[in-house]
């Protein structure tokens, strides 16, 4: 293949071949997760991510796990007697790449 010879369509997909997926989203739109994100903060809601960013709806901050089992339980079996959970009433939005991890919530997470 000669660059020199390409055509206006072919140049097209060659770009979009090497582009970044920045706007693949890491979870199904609406799903619950557990989010770590950098310096240590938690917290849970509906993903919807557009583009680099993330918003979480109905969204908690993470104050105290409250399990003996870490996230995957917290994640799995939903809040426990010794959980916390700080309401961010207008939710949390973020750069994806502040995340460090995420934890797909089971249906525990009634909320």
Known sequence: ???DDLKIGELKSLLQ???PQ???SMH???MKVIVVLQRGWCA???WHQTGDYVSLSEADIVRRWGTT???GELADKGP???TILDAVPQGLRFHILSVVATFPCSDGWSK
Do not use: F, H, K, W
Request: proline share 0%.
């Open 1 to 3: 293949m000669n660059i």
């Open 17 to 19: 071949l090497l582009q």
């Open 22 to 24: 920045t706007n693949a």
């Open 28 to 30: 199904e739109d609406e």
């Open 44 to 46: 849970v809601g509906r």
């Open 69 to 71: 089992g870490g996230l």
């Open 80 to 82: 426990m007697s010794e």
